[in-house]
């Protein structure tokens, strides 16, 4: 029986324990940085392959590594998403958080695991040149800005994204290809290959007025969700600004706006995303942010506190991968791949942009599911597709990459020219991260 075989079988083989750890993940969503249960059940099937595992990593996050015979200058990670997103109408919501997997992340927790499965086995490990670095990663979706903000300022951590706290740390530093994975609705096996995507900062926007009873005395009071109102006008006023080419989306939540209906809102609080498709329109558009805010400050003569923080870099488009080709191609008819299309965009965000910036990544992206990403509606209601298929695409891509002493792994590392070093990405990171603080009330 050949490699590619072996790793087939493995994964069928173990077909129901996988299918089990999936549906476990999707039943016991944990948000970003909370991801406690998820993180332990991952380390517990690492474990049980043989893996060496470190977990706290980033808070949360696990990693597993495999590393056959001595130690190898290559190492290949894969990569699944530890958290869920907030949506407490999903069928399978968290009663108290509201958290659901309705962003397919258990998808590719289950595929690292049944990769774990096949690659771990003598027949197979005893074939790679190069080790492999299974990753279960916190914190990809980008909520609760000011619960990250805190855990910021206790020092727990640096950056609220995951992937991006990661490479802080130095757990990608070994690290010369990754592979990342989604779901996706109307994907009828697999589409293989990455599209460019948005970018953005995140912004918390604090306004600080002054309390009065707001049928006696409103005249005494300074209302900070007026406030708040004429910086999201004004800042609606700019959308006009914002060129169609970069993508640009602005979209704000107000996370308070007072606490009694009778007291004129002393303090009301924005929080914001602001995407482009690249750096300089992120930052055009974040400066547009800040003066709409300073302006619905001036204006009432109320008090500012502008917190930027980094968010997330653009992915960087990558063509659609040999290896993931030739696995696609050992799991799937050819009439159900395809393959990403040239100049695609994508709106969205994702921390794996991070990773494009500093080294190869190269993805696949599964069907299996239905509804719209992030939705009450999102359903899996193919386990084979969602689930197995995805664990064989990772280990055989993996396989593919590391065979022949990680010929392939060796010649894309070669090629690509990563956009920041490491000390370059934390330097510009850091450079993002900011507080402004202006006081119109005390200019009065």
């Not at 993940?25 to 993180?39: F, S």
């Not at 893996?51 to 990670?77: I, K």
């Not at 108290?96 to 027949?123: E, K």
Request: with cysteine.
């Amino acid at each position: 029986m050949g490699v590619e075989q072996e790793i087939l079988r493995a994964i069928d083989e173990n077909r129901e324990e996988i299918l089990a750890f999936a549906r476990d993940i999707y039943r016991h969503p944990e948000l970003g940085y909370k991801e406690r249960r998820t993180a332990a059940k991952v380390a517990e099937v690492f474990r049980a392959r043989g893996l060496a595992v470190r977990e706290g990593l980033a808070l949360t996050g696990v990693r597993g590594d495999l590393r056959p015979g001595e130690d190898s200058d290559v190492v290949v990670a894969l990569i699944g998403e530890l958290d869920a997103v907030v949506s407490p109408d999903h069928p399978h919501a968290d009663a108290q958080t509201g958290a659901a997997h309705a962003c397919g992340h258990h998808a590719q927790l289950a595929g690292i695991v049944g990769a774990a499965f096949a690659l771990s086995a003598p027949a197979v490990a005893a074939r790679l040149g190069g080790g492999v670095a299974f990753f279960a990663v916190p914190a990809e979706e980008y909520g609760e800005v000011e619960f990250k903000n805190g855990l910021k300022e206790r020092g727990l951590l640096r950056y609220g994204g995951g992937k991006c706290e990661l490479i802080r740390v130095g757990a990608f530093d070994d690290v010369a290809v990754s592979v990342t994975h989604h779901s996706a609705p109307g994907v009828r096996g697999v589409k293989i290959g990455s599209e460019t995507s948005n970018g953005f900062v995140s912004k918390v926007i604090r306004l600080r007025g002054r309390g009065a009873h707001a049928a006696a005395a409103p005249h005494l009071g300074v209302n900070a969700l007026n406030a708040a109102s004429l910086g999201l006008t004004a800042l609606a006023y700019q959308r006009e600004t914002f060129q169609d080419a970069d993508t640009v989306r602005v979209h704000p939540i107000l996370t308070r706006g007072g606490e009694l209906v009778n007291v004129v809102p002393q303090d009301a609080t924005v929080e914001i995303l602001v995407r482009g498709k690249h750096l300089e329109a992120i930052l055009d558009a974040d400066r547009k942010v800040d003066r709409s805010f300073k302006a619905g400050a001036m204006a009432l003569g109320a008090k500012v506190e502008i917190l930027t923080a980094p968010g997330y870099l653009p992915v960087i488009a990558a063509p659609p991968a040999p290896a993931i080709e030739a696995a696609a191609r050992l799991v799937f008819p050819p009439e159900a791949i395809e393959r990403v299309a040239d100049g695609a965009h994508g709106t969205g965000s994702t921390d794996v942009g991070d990773l494009s910036y500093l080294m190869p990544v190269l993805n696949f992206t599964t069907g299996g599911m239905t509804g719209d990403l992030h939705s009450k509606d999102v359903d899996f209601f193919d386990e084979e597709t969602a689930y197995i298929a995805t664990a064989k695409i990772f280990a055989l891509t993996a396989y593919h990459l590391l065979k022949e002493q990680a010929r392939a792994a060796r010649d894309i590392r070669a090629a690509y020219r990563p956009r920041f070093t490491k000390a370059d990405y934390l330097a510009y990171m850091d450079a993002l991260e900011k507080t402004e603080v202006v006081d119109y009330g005390a200019e009065a």
